[in-house]
């Protein structure tokens, strides 16, 4: 047997220009193939349009000679540029042949003023007509043997013109006939969207018909493989007009297709794939753009562990009708009656749902239809709406099917709950849902507006399998900078690896804010709030867009120190917003507040973590979490908790004074602007308060002893006079130093959790102790527990800096991501 042939199809716009059609000669030169190369045309870019307007400007008797001699005029010039000197005087005669059929075509319509289907048909027929011969003489132009053939001669049909129907027995006879009378290696070149009757009367083929004959031929031929080349990579995921992220499939299987292309993806239509489903011909759609691309396979073959959604797509301007009435169960074959009387009308139903308690049925029909299915369903049911069967018939306009697509989702338990909290979470409310028998596709209603939402939250979900988390930054300091900083770049990480991606939405500070819900471009950082689209900042405007939906799986960062704020996690929480924060205000108001935030996040199941509170990037806060939960006591905790203060003992103890450790630690950037802040000891007290809550100590802050470093004469005056006076302190500090020594001992900071109180303040320890070992900004915490009795747990390392906290903090962002339901 001769090697089997390769069919490729080529649309419109890639043979709109000579250039592009020399292209088209370079792709089918270049494709390995044994057998003979069938190439099917569409007729060239515009040129079914320009016919379209010759129709209509020959039944208004407004000038058609003109359009026909546009189209000789570009027709002409292509075959000039492309065909061989010696191949121009025949094609152009056969060009003109053509053209003197569509003139008298033309007159006759304008005559009569009535254009038949038929006529119809045999106008937009020449454009394929006219590009078939031109191609063909492209390929002998470049040494190739080629031959046009007219496929109103290959492909019988019915009559049944615009959308006719295919004798496949008859077409494979005359196609084999026609395709082996070519001279051996010879290229064939096919005009697509046409077929002809018994009679020889032209017909065309419907949507997608250049496809359609693509694929008609390729079974006729039992061809090895169907390539459809098209201006795009292939099938994608989603829609990328509405889906950016949105990237092409490499293999589908023909069901997967068909649904897709039923549910609006840009796909074959599901007809055009049954010659080559039927004889198990691989269609590979590709990029005329960038043929070195894959492009999508489409065959039989599917891959029995991909158990995902692998597309979606979306039909807008649809309508639900719902028949509804507490009746309607005792009304016999509804459904029969109700697909009978849109049948009646001329409405197709692209959807069907009806509850299983029989109170009321809805269908899905396109929008324009909506006025015509409801005035035929209400004298359908006109004698169950009169004695009350039947309480209304009604539409829904403005909606949008948007469906799943996947022959691997049959073996995904829970798969369709996933899908409905995706929308959820992204504030889409589902109208009506549907799934076929097949379990290959789940289609859902909802509205127009929401298309875009919902498409894109399931396509990270499903396509993507990722985890979109929409980041909200509050507090633009140090630490806030840096994470943002960090974002850029460990964002794509975290994507790639993790499936998690993270998405800044909004970024805010005391003066300025940034929002977009598609994303701040995190490569600008911080510096997005100096551009002009920039607004003043408003708290209650940030948290009006935040709590508005539309976008799932939210967590603000507050990198503030602000009460404010932190008085907004409550709402937050409730609203199922994600806090994450190293604000320690939150945690340390009162007892009533603290319970409000902690019964919050448990009702809602959203994250709030504050690890950062306590030690910056250490794993203090859930290690004792983490001990509490396996059923362990927490009896003690102490430490130096501020890397701030360790600094500073670490520098009394190598000799320096406490004017001159003072001085340093705010030169290095570890203290806040006003040092005071850090020597009160209140930022110890309050993360000694956050760990005795989180031990189970309902504690407010009266019952910590507390004690300060700042002299009361120091306490009110300006930060410069404080750093002026402190040369005053060093005497004191350093007979205190040295009477530790004297008991071979250092000076600490030091917070303790008792089951007698909490305290913090200066304590002589051991040298040789983890408090008296510590180095540089280190924190050192003891934690003893009833397992960890005889020897505590130790957690150490710097506690100061904004690095440390702002890892810290992207830490806790991440884990809460991934919390995220």
């Known amino acids: 047997m001769p090697p089997a042939p390769h069919v490729s199809k080529f649309g419109g716009t890639s043979v709109a220009t000579p250039d592009r059609v020399r292209r088209v000669v370079e792709l089918v030169a270049a494709t390995p193939a044994e057998g003979r190369k069938v190439v099917v045309v569409s007729a060239l870019g515009g040129t079914t349009d320009d016919l379209l307007a010759a129709l209509d400007a020959a039944l208004a008797r407004a000038g058609h000679a003109d359009a026909v001699a546009a189209i000789r005029q570009r027709h002409h010039a292509a075959a000039d540029a492309l065909a061989r000197a010696d191949d121009r005087d025949s094609l152009q005669s056969t060009l003109d042949a053509r053209l003197g059929e569509l003139t008298e075509l033309l007159d006759g319509v304008s005559l009569l003023r009535e254009a038949t289907d038929r006529t119809r048909d045999a106008v937009l027929a020449t454009g394929e007509r006219l590009s078939a011969p031109i191609v063909a003489a492209a390929f002998r132009a470049a040494g190739h043997l080629a031959a046009a053939l007219d496929a109103a001669d290959l492909i019988r049909t019915d009559g049944q013109f615009g959308n006719a129907t295919v004798d496949l027995d008859t077409t494979r006879r005359l196609t084999r006939a026609a395709v082996d009378a070519l001279d051996p290696g010879a290229v064939a070149v096919v005009t697509g969207f046409i077929g002809s009757t018994a009679a020889g009367v032209t017909t065309t083929l419907g949507r997608s018909g250049s496809d359609y004959t693509a694929t008609i031929l390729a079974g006729a031929l039992d061809a090895a493989a169907c390539v459809i080349w098209t201006d795009v990579a292939g099938v994608y995921t989603a829609d990328p007009r509405l889906v950016p992220e949105a990237v092409p499939l490499a293999r589908l299987s023909y069901r997967e297709a068909a649904e897709l292309a039923y549910f609006g993806a840009q796909v074959l239509h599901p007809r055009t794939m ?69 049948s009646a009308a001329g409405v197709n139903v692209r959807m069907i749902s009806q509850a299983s308690s029989e109170q009321s049925v809805c269908v899905v029909v396109d929008g324009l239809d909506a006025e015509a299915s409801v005035e035929a369903l209400r004298q359908a049911f006109s004698s169950e709406i009169a004695r009350g069967d039947v309480r209304s018939v009604e539409a829904i306009p403005g909606c949008a099917v948007v469906s799943a697509v996947g022959e691997g989702m049959r073996h995904q338990p829970g798969l369709a709950g996933r899908l409905f909290a995706t929308l959820g979470r992204a504030g889409v409310n ?108 408003d708290l209650d405007a940030l948290d009006e867009r935040l709590l508005a939906g539309g976008l799932e799986r939210r967590i603000v960062v507050d990198a503030t120190a602000s009460e404010a704020v932190a008085r907004r996690y409550v709402r937050w929480l409730e609203a199922g917003v994600g806090v994450v924060t190293p604000n320690k205000k939150a945690n340390t108001l009162d007892l009533a507040y603290y319970r409000a935030l902690r019964e919050a996040a448990g009702r809602r199941e959203v994250s709030y973590h504050y690890e950062t509170t306590v030690m910056a990037g250490l794993p203090v806060v859930f290690t004792i979490r983490d001990l509490l939960r396996s059923g362990d006591r927490i009896d003690s905790v102490e430490g130096v908790f501020s890397g701030t203060l360790a600094f500073l003992f670490n520098r ?23 040092p005071r802040d850090d020597l009160t000891g209140e930022d110890v007290a309050r993360k000694l308060l956050i760990l005795a809550r989180e031990s189970g100590r309902e504690v407010e802050r009266a019952d910590l002893q507390v004690e300060s470093l700042v002299p009361a004469g120091l306490a009110e005056v300006s930060v410069g006079a404080f750093m002026d006076g402190l040369d005053a302190l060093d005497a004191a500090w350093a007979e205190r130093v040295a009477a530790a020594e004297a008991e071979g001992k250092r000076l600490a900071y030091v917070g303790q959790i008792t089951d007698e109180g909490l305290s913090v303040g200066v304590r002589a320890v051991d040298r040789a102790s983890p408090f008296g070992g510590s180095r540089g900004t280190d924190n050192v915490i003891l934690i003893q527990s009833a397992r960890y009795h005889e020897t505590p747990l130790v957690v150490q390392g710097p506690g100061a800096g904004p690095e440390v906290t702002a890892a810290g903090l992207l830490a806790d962002l991440v884990k809460a991501a991934e919390l995220m339901p």
């Open 430 to 537: 589902v109208l009506a849902i549907a799934q076929g028998a097949a379990e290959t596709n789940i289609s859902t209603v909802v509205r127009q507006a929401d298309v875009r939402a919902a498409l894109g939250a399931l396509h990270e979900a499903f396509p993507l399998r990722r985890a979109r988390v929409h980041v909200v930054v509050i507090g633009t300091g140090t630490v806030g900078k840096t994470l943002v900083d960090f974002l850029a770049e460990h964002a794509p990480v975290l994507m790639e690896r993790d499936r998690i991606h993270l998405r800044l939405v909004g970024l805010a500070n005391s003066r300025r804010m940034a929002w977009d819900p598609g994303g701040l471009p995190l490569a600008d950082g911080v510096a997005v709030l100096d551009d002009a689209t920039a607004e003043v900042a």
């Open 274 to 342: 049954l010659p080559a489903e039927r004889a198990g011909i691989p269609i590979q759609i590709k990029s005329t753009l960038d043929p070195d691309e894959p492009g999508t396979l489409i065959s039989n073959e599917t891959d029995a562990l991909d158990l995902r959604v692998k597309a979606l797509s979306a039909v807008r301007d649809q309508a639900v009708v719902t028949v509804e009435g507490g009746g309607i169960q005792s009304v016999v074959g509804v459904s029969a009656r109700l697909f009978e009387a849109l």
């Open 652 to 674: 009394l103890a190598e000799g320096a004074a406490f004017s001159d450790a003072v001085r340093e630690a705010k030169a290095k950037g570890l203290t806040e602007p006003d």
